[in-house]
């Protein structure tokens, strides 16, 4: 049977920010190379029992570091696809 994973979702109009708990350490890390900053300390405890992170996402620009830099790839930060666009007219 899939495992589901139990994770936190926040969006923004830009895109959706993801972590997984069961896979954060609780390193800091992510926190630290924010450009941002507006990543946190959560109370929800990862699986070492050190508090996991959320993400503010009012200010959130949806950049991806945290992501890149987690080396538990706890975090998932997906944009959201932009609006189509219209084919262009041949003159
Ligand atoms: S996606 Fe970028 S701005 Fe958003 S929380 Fe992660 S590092 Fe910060
Ligand atoms: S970098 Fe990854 S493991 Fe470290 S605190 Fe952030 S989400 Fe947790």
């Known amino acids: 049977m899939k495992k589901e ?4 979702e ?3 109009d830009k895109g959706v920010w993801t972590v997984f708990p069961e896979l954060c350490k ?3 890390l992510c926190i630290e190379k924010c450009p ?3 990543i946190s300390w959560s109370e929800k ?9 959320e ?3 009012e200010g959130c620009i949806v950049c991806g ?7 538990d ?6 944009r959201k696809a932009k609006g189509k666009v219209p084919p262009a007219k041949v003159v």
């Open 26 to 28: 609780g390193c800091g």
């Open 10 to 12: 926040k969006e923004n």
């Open 5 to 8: 994973w139990d994770h936190l």
């Open 36 to 38: 941002v900053s507006v």
């Open 55 to 57: 993400a503010d996402m």
């Open 65 to 71: 570091m945290c992501e890149t830099v987690c080396p």
């Open 45 to 53: 405890l990862g699986f070492m029992g050190t508090p996991t992170v």
């Open 73 to 78: 790839t706890a975090i998932v930060v997906e």
